[in-house]
């Protein structure tokens, strides 16, 4: 079981940047894959950013590629969001998620264990 916190959202122009950070409570928290997943208003849940346990490799939905950076400092079980060029439709309360399976899962339902969430609105 791991417990998971996330902080780093607010209010932002576009074109501007934040750093999401979720903090980790986990006996083994190198054992798990990490996402970020957004939920924006009146939308499903969608996948964002996800980091393997070493860190060395990471994945993105197609929207935040080249935008947003994922990683992950194991020594303080803490990931983070890199979130730069934002734009109005990125707003969306932000959640990680972790899983004990492999980098490459995109669906929600692959993890079981998630966090509160924290909201990043930008405006135009």
């Known amino acids: 079981q791991v417990q998971l916190v996330e902080s780093g959202g607010g209010l932002v122009q576009a074109g501007g940047s934040l750093r999401l950070s979720c903090a980790a409570r986990?006996?083994?928290?190198?054992?798990?894959?990490i996402a970020w997943f957004r939920q924006p208003p009146g939308k499903e849940r969608e996948f964002v950013a996800a980091?393997?346990?070493?860190?060395?490799?990471?994945n993105y939905a197609y929207s935040v590629k080249g935008r947003f950076t994922i990683s992950r400092d194991n020594a303080k079980n803490t990931v983070y969001l890199q979130m730069n060029s934002l734009k109005p439709e990125d707003t969306a309360g932000y959640y990680c998620?972790?899983?004990?399976?492999?980098?490459?899962?995109?669906?929600?339902?692959?993890?079981?264990?998630w966090g509160q969430g924290t909201q990043v609105t930008v405006s135009s």
């Open positions: 980091v393997s346990r070493s860190g060395d490799s990471t």
């Open positions: 986990a006996r083994s928290f190198s054992s798990y894959t």
């Open positions: 998620a972790a899983s004990g399976g492999p980098l490459g899962m995109v669906r929600a339902t692959s993890y079981n264990n």
